[in-house]
């Protein structure tokens, strides 16, 4: 699941958020990335205590308990709602960044097409075989990324960190705020079924935050040490445009690196916000399979992303003023309202005895014969929580 | 534009078929299944038709920003202004 987590940060982030802390915090967007994930680190604790309390649910089972049959499909809607347009927002600016950079000639369409069909058959395939394929491309994406880093090296300025703090810490809080908000790691509290150990989930989730967040501070770091804030802000893709300052004996192209980087972390984060939005979806309208859905929604998604927003600069407009104070909604308020109300209305016993027996347990049913709770794909006993029994 | 229509029905034809290849052949689905599918594939359907004919072209988006634009505006004007 840390793999999957360090995936799901770097899908967005590792590509726009460079940009974002430099136009907000100039040259200290670094501080900012650094403040934005212990941020991040923060709300873990806030899941946690959350799912503690409901070990065998997901949070649309959790906000159905605690808020109510009726109120809490109408939460769950929106809960999907957000994983949907979430989902759209990504295949939306994959599309942006291969028309823009990669093959401008290409329909942005195509590309919706094609990363739609892949992310519906990995979908289609469970949450089991999405983690396998992270951890098999963690270590390339790894190893990738330090040879960015490596590159790059010889091209730091440290001046370009100075002044610190010029501005005030308004400016690095706001970033840090932006940055923070476009993690959405909120999702991964619908794959908490999946969990093979799940009383590791903190531990898990905790690694994934730092090594992913590392990454991300890393990058932004990087951008403002080679380009300065003033280049930084200035390009809507960043790191890939640092990416393209490495030459490497003047043939290779190292920004495919930072491109191949990116469009696999992105794949596993459209692909978990799928998933994510499938399974909502699914327990909200009390259906069986989720993979009924994976058809109807990846052909109503086709149609949300070309029409979200009309180029890639109202996104960058959009995302963080607009979509900052969405997402702070879903992945801090709500969880932080269920918290309370769960304590108001059921006290130390969680969802009350009578409801907890009449919800029927969540993934799939007693004779389902993928169901085994404790696979372990790659055999690992070290105590890391491992995704397994995809959740039918 | 009608050559757009036609390519968006038989996708959607040939998407329930898929549908009914993978999912609804081997465990017949309930209805609470089918109906919800026909409704989203119905509804997608209609969607891309109007999209790419250009009849609705306003992004669902134009809520949410109606809904937190002033107070993403006070927060902005919050952090952004300092001193230079």
């Known amino acids: 699941m840390s793999i999957l987590v360090f995936h799901f940060m770097l899908g967005t982030s590792i590509l726009i958020a460079p940009s974002n802390m430099a136009f907000v915090a100039k040259q200290d967007g670094w501080l900012a990335s650094i403040l934005g994930i212990a941020l991040m680190m923060v709300t873990v604790f806030l899941y946690d205590s959350l799912m503690n309390r409901y070990p065998k649910k997901t949070l649309i089972e959790i906000i159905e308990i605690v808020l109510g049959k009726w109120i809490g499909k109408v939460i769950g809607l929106v809960m999907f709602g957000y994983l949907f347009l979430l989902t759209s927002f990504l295949v939306r600016v994959a599309g942006s960044f291969i028309t823009t950079q990669v093959m401008p000639e290409t329909p942005i369409e195509v590309v919706h097409i094609v990363l739609a069909i892949i992310v519906m058959i990995a979908v289609g395939y469970g949450i089991e075989t999405i983690a396998r394929a992270a951890e098999l491309l963690f270590m390339p994406v790894l190893f990738l990324f330090v040879l960015l880093v490596i590159f790059l090296m010889p091209d730091i300025h440290f001046d370009n960190l100075l002044p610190i703090m010029e501005r005030g810490p308004k400016p690095i809080a706001l970033a840090a705020f932006n940055l923070f908000t476009i993690q959405e790691v909120l999702v991964f509290l619908m794959l908490y079924t999946n969990l093979s150990k799940p009383n590791k989930f903190r531990r898990t989730m905790l690694a994934g935050v730092t090594i992913g967040g590392g990454a991300i501070i890393l990058t932004v770091t990087l951008c403002i040490l080679v380009l300065g804030s003033d280049l930084t802000e200035r390009n809507i893709f960043a790191s890939y445009s640092l990416a393209k300052k490495i030459s490497v004996a003047k043939f290779l192209r190292v920004d495919a690196f930072m491109a191949i980087i990116w469009l696999i972390a992105l794949f596993f984060k459209t692909a978990i916000s799928f998933y994510g939005a499938a399974v909502a979806l699914k327990q909200t309208l009390s259906l069986h399979r989720y993979k009924v859905l994976i058809l109807p929604l990846g052909f109503l998604m086709l149609w949300l992303s070309i029409i979200v927003y009309s180029s890639i600069v109202e996104f960058l407009n959009f995302t963080p003023a607009i979509w900052s104070l969405y997402s702070v909604c879903h992945v801090v308020l709500l969880p932080i309202l269920l918290i309370v109300i769960d304590r108001i209305r059921f006290g130390n016993t969680p969802g009350g005895k009578a409801k907890l027996q009449s919800v029927p347990p969540s993934g799939g049913t007693a004779a389902d014969p993928n169901r085994n709770a404790n696979a372990s794909p790659n055999g690992n006993g070290s105590g890391s929580a491992v995704i397994s029994a995809p959740n039918e | ?84």
């Open chain 2, 1 to 84: 534009m009608i050559s757009v229509i036609i390519w968006i029905c038989l996708t959607s034809i040939g998407l329930t078929f898929l549908q009914w290849l993978l999912l609804f052949r081997k465990r017949r689905g309930t209805i609470s299944e089918r109906v919800v599918f026909g409704v989203i594939m119905v509804a997608a359907t209609a969607l891309n038709i109007m999209l790419l004919n250009d009849w609705m072209t306003t992004s669902p988006l134009i809520v949410l920003r109606a809904i937190f634009g002033p107070a993403s505006q006070m927060l902005q004007h919050w952090g952004l202004v300092g001193k230079e």
